[in-house]
């Protein structure tokens, strides 16, 4: 069986990964972490069935290379073998039957030629999981399709929940696969195969049935608040899709796309999935913010589709030829610049070593505590050994460091606290700039003597009327809750607690000014809170004022500390202000 399926594999694609997964191990090793690996990197130090942004397939793939190597490579390790192992995969998806030299050498131009795939080749993110275990289920359903039984059916419930612990786009790969052939939904052997995905997922969905499911949480709620709709969000995700493909394959390969006309079944599922994918993410972008890389399920179609066109003998691939040589070129300085600062561009990929030896210098042996950049934190952790936490404010959004207790390593601890934002630097007091790059770009620090911080603390309304007046003072009922397992004291000289109420403007963002979309509101506890022991609830009254200006707002109320600002305490409410 084994030798049947390598010898449908040409000695050509052999070569070609080979060359590839060479390619990508030497990008590996000479590109620095980018934030958001080194932020997976700080998943594998604990692994668990659940993460706050992702399925934990990234945390393991990340903690199995660094069981084989170290530093970025061993971060990178898997990433760098599941982008290779994509390729013969995607031949054995396309099923040809015939190969010759014109068809391998398209087959080797549509994959090296579309931009995203050269990403996930190298960079330790879960769309590389998410790709590989695509294909492991393209390849399931294939067969389960072409050759039925049981143990197909085995198969495909395995590789779907592959799929789902990768990514949760998954389930739109699964999804649309699934109604592209709608008649297998009436079958035993499918709904078999959506039982045994549920039960291996299992884990996973009871770990985010323990932790609140934050990720759903962040994703309806929380995003939305701190990322407020513009028009623009639907532009940038429409040029986003020709730069995952590149800006020069992308009209050749969309164009194939959309004027092929399926053959089979493998042919529905990919159109349905192309189409499927960028429909659903279109009507997100008409909401919020879309990322460039959430769209990384239609990479596979792409290419298998506008393969499948072009190798037809009455279609000519000349713009594929033609345009793949500057396609390459431009590749080929894109990863150059990754590993070398020669452009006039701020890349993520370098300048890690010039704010690290800057932050180094500055704050000597001390633990640091970064306000709101997660992946800051982890890459200075990651490259300096040092014990960092990211402290998520009320302005930013919640991250893997909320989940765990890390915060409490340093109370009472003498830190170095770092913050990013120049205005929130000017407003409080002691804060000193830094140069964190040859940019002249500034970071600004200052040094608690003793840091105390109760991010955990939880504030809950008994109830919440959906409407106030203008300029109101208004008094509601409270519980206030201390998990953690130490008393909290709201009276500690250097960083006092108290609580506040903060609305959050949700109406004409680009008529407002900053301090117009966000009011803060002091808040009075009656009667007043000097500590709490540790598993302990209140019962409270809160009382604070309402808003001169009417509109739709979201009202939360932030415990903040000293002069640091308050975290994620309590709900944000819906409030209309009449």
């Not at 982008?83 to 080797?108: M, Q, S, T």
């Not at 963002?509 to 007043?528: E, F, H, L, N």
Request: net charge positive.
């Amino acid at each position: 069986m084994r030798d049947r399926v390598v010898q449908r594999i040409p000695k050509a694609v052999w070569v070609f990964t080979l060359l590839w997964f060479a390619l990508n191990l030497l990008q590996a090793t000479a590109t620095e972490l980018i934030g958001d690996e080194a932020y997976y990197w700080y998943y594998s130090l604990n692994l668990s069935w659940a993460y706050f942004d992702h399925p934990p397939m990234i945390a393991l793939f990340i903690y199995l290379g660094r069981q084989l190597l170290s530093g970025a490579l061993g971060v990178r390790l898997l990433t760098v073998l599941s982008g290779a192992l994509c390729i013969p995969l995607l031949w054995l998806l396309l099923d040809e039957r015939e190969p010759d030299r014109r068809k391998v050498g398209l087959f080797i131009r549509i994959v090296s030629g579309v931009v995203l795939f050269h990403a996930f080749g190298f960079i330790a993110t879960p769309d590389s999981p998410l790709l590989i275990f695509s294909l492991v289920f393209y390849l399931a359903y294939q067969h389960f399709i072409e050759r039925g039984g049981w143990w197909p059916a085995v198969c495909l419930g395995l590789s779907m929940a592959l799929l789902m612990y990768s990514k949760y786009h998954g389930v739109l790969v699964i999804g649309f696969v699934l109604l592209s052939n709608w008649r297998v939904l009436l079958t035993r052997r499918l709904f078999f195969s959506i039982l045994l995905a549920l039960l291996f997922c299992l884990p996973h969905i009871a770990a985010e049935v323990q932790i609140g499911f934050p990720s759903v949480v962040y994703q309806m709620t929380e995003r939305a608040a701190l990322h407020p709709y513009r028009l623009e969000y639907l532009w940038t995700y429409l040029m986003n899709q020709a730069v995952i493909l590149g800006p020069f394959m992308a009209v050749p390969l969309f164009g194939a796309v959309f004027r092929y006309r399926r053959c089979n079944a493998i042919d529905a599922a990919m159109q349905f999935v192309f189409f499927g994918v960028l429909s659903f993410f279109l009507c997100v972008s008409l909401q919020r913010r879309v990322e460039g890389h959430w769209t990384a399920p239609v990479l596979i179609p792409v290419m298998y589709l506008s393969y499948r066109f072009f190798a037809q003998p009455h279609r000519s691939a000349k713009w594929v030829y033609r345009l793949y040589i500057p396609t390459i070129l431009l590749l080929a300085v894109a990863r150059l610049a990754l590993t070398a600062d020669f452009l006039p561009l701020d890349l993520e990929f370098y300048g890690r070593q010039t704010w690290i030896e800057s932050v180094n210098r500055l704050s000597k042996a001390l633990p640091v505590i970064f306000e709101n950049t997660y992946s800051h934190a982890a890459q200075y952790r990651f490259y300096s050994g040092k014990p960092t936490y990211s402290f998520d404010g009320e302005s930013y959004r919640r991250s893997q460091y909320d989940l765990r207790n890390e915060e409490m390593r340093f109370w009472g601890h003498k830190v170095f606290y770092i913050v990013r934002d120049s205005s929130a630097a000017v407003s409080r007091k002691g804060y000193a700039p830094f140069q964190i790059d040859r940019r002249r770009q500034q970071w600004y620090y200052k040094v608690y003597p003793s840091f105390y911080s109760a991010q955990k603390l939880e504030i809950r309304l008994d109830s919440v009327p959906t409407t106030f007046e203008a300029g109101r003072e208004i008094t509601l009922r409270t519980r206030i809750y201390n998990p953690y397992a130490q008393a909290i004291y709201f009276n500690r000289i250097a960083m006092p607690i108290h609580l506040s109420a903060l609305w959050l403007n949700q109406g004409a963002y680009k008529a407002v000014s900053r301090d117009q979309k966000r009011i803060r509101r002091k808040v009075k506890i009656m009667p007043p809170i000097t500590q709490m022991t540790g598993h302990v609830e209140i019962r409270a009254q809160i009382q604070f004022k309402t808003p001169e200006k009417k509109g739709d707002y979201l009202l939360c109320f932030p415990f903040q500390f000293g002069d640091i600002p308050g975290g994620f305490n309590s709900e944000r409410y819906k409030i209309q202000i009449r």
